[in-house]
């Protein structure tokens, strides 16, 4: 039994997080045009099972000044409250902003906030590290949005399957 607990414990350690993405904007439909974003776009580099939805106002940009990724181009809005609806709850672990504030909700509950202030240098902020939203909405105008890490979650059935797996394949090598 003490094998048990650290096993199972390693299992779900592994497993909080069914997969992650960093999410840049390099496949931007127009090329960082400044053109608005249809809110059926899926930026590449989501965990394979999320989707997302943008709402009204967002717009593609180029970046002017590089985040150290391969992409220039990044995402902002041209009035506040524009958000980024997930099909499912994530863990946004971090992202980078530009001149405003963004707010992480859960069915509508807010549940993080991320700021940076005004002045146009690129901010990694990472409050929202280990709590799920399913919602990002930005509150200030002119706002940039670059770089997310998005964490999907598995489902609990998943998280005791994998725990049921570890209990039977140590006790079967007990055997």
Not at 42 to 69: C, I, K, M, N, Y
Not at 112 to 134: P, R
């Amino acid at each position: 039994m003490s094998r048990i607990l650290p096993a199972i414990a390693a299992v779900l350690g592994a497993a909080t997080y069914a997969s992650a993405g960093l999410v840049t904007f390099t496949d931007l439909p127009n090329g960082g045009n400044e053109s608005a974003i249809p809110t059926s776009y899926q930026p590449a580099g989501l965990p394979a099972s999320v989707t997302t939805t943008f709402g009204e106002g967002w717009l593609e940009g180029p970046a002017e000044e590089s985040l150290g990724f391969d992409d220039d181009y990044y995402i902002f809005i041209e009035y506040p409250s524009s958000t980024i609806a997930f099909s499912e709850p994530v863990d946004v672990s971090s992202l980078y902003l530009i001149n405003g504030s963004v707010v992480g909700q859960l069915e509508g509950v807010p549940v993080a906030g991320w700021s940076a202030t005004a002045g146009g240098t690129w901010t990694e902020v990472t409050v929202g590290d280990g709590l799920l939203i399913d919602e990002l909405v930005v509150t200030s105008t002119f706002a940039a949005v670059d770089a997310l890490t998005v964490n999907a979650v598995p489902e609990p059935v998943a998280l005791s399957t994998l725990a049921m797996g570890a209990i039977l394949g140590l006790r079967r090598r007990r055997a």
